[in-house]
């Protein structure tokens, strides 16, 4: 069973803190994927990976920042967070096929962020 | 670029009502679409998908047949349950991997 886990289910910063969140994934996939999920928007993505220490912008990377050291590891930095960063945010993995569009993602529980 | 229109929320049944989330899309070449489904204090996890023009995705009694002539994905179900209320997201697959999301669909269904 494909377990994507991310480290915070709810989080309070303060405005300018710096915030890491940090999604794991157990089955080797080489894609991972950050998004942000806002009511009437859907989900948008913030940045993906296709491997280590690869990283590409997304729809919405702005006040963003990633890290993956790790294959297993996505992490997601808020440099100096902002009110208008409140969100949720959802960690997402699959594996790589070259040329489809067919794999799944499996995301995490998600981390429910308050900036005040 | 890509894009992908489902009907608004939220949408209220009785048990044992039929479902249809309407999905509709914009995309260039042959892109796979999906339905994920997101339970209350959940991520999100995949319903169905499907890969090419025709063919009918299937999961837990859901249906949604992949119709190019149409642009259209849309969700069905005969008879839903109390436990089917949740949020709805069809998505479209574009180059590498990425997902093209829906703004979602709320579906409550009442006993």
């Known amino acids: 069973d494909v377990k994507v886990t991310q480290s915070s289910r709810y989080l309070v910063k303060r405005t300018g803190e710096k915030v890491f969140l940090e999604c794991v994934q157990d089955m080797d996939h080489e894609n991972m994927f950050w998004y942000r999920q806002d009511p009437g928007l859907g989900l948008r993505l913030i940045y993906f990976s296709y491997d280590v220490k690869m990283k590409e912008k997304g729809d919405i990377p702005e006040g963003y920042s990633v890290s993956r050291e790790k294959k297993e590891r996505f992490s997601l930095i808020l440099e100096s967070a902002s009110t208008n960063q409140t969100s949720m945010y959802l960690c997402a993995s699959s594996s790589l096929t070259t040329g489809s569009y067919q794999e799944t993602q499996y995301f995490g529980p998600g981390t429910r962020l308050l900036v005040l | 670029g890509n894009s992908v229109t489902q009907m608004e929320g939220p949408v209220t049944l009785s048990e044992e009502a039929f479902l249809t989330i309407n999905c509709t899309y914009t995309?260039?070449?042959?892109?796979?679409l999906f339905w994920y489904v997101q339970y209350p204090g959940e991520g999100l996890q995949l319903l169905l998908k499907a890969t090419k023009a025709d063919d009918k995705g299937s999961n837990k009694g859901f249906e949604a047949t992949y119709r190019k002539e149409t642009t259209s994905f849309h969700l069905e179900k005969g008879s839903v349950q109390v436990s089917d209320s949740a949020v709805y997201f069809c998505a479209l697959g574009s180059s590498g991997d990425k997902l093209t999301f829906g703004t979602g669909t709320r579906l409550a269904v009442r006993p």
């Open positions: 995309a260039t070449g042959y892109p796979s």
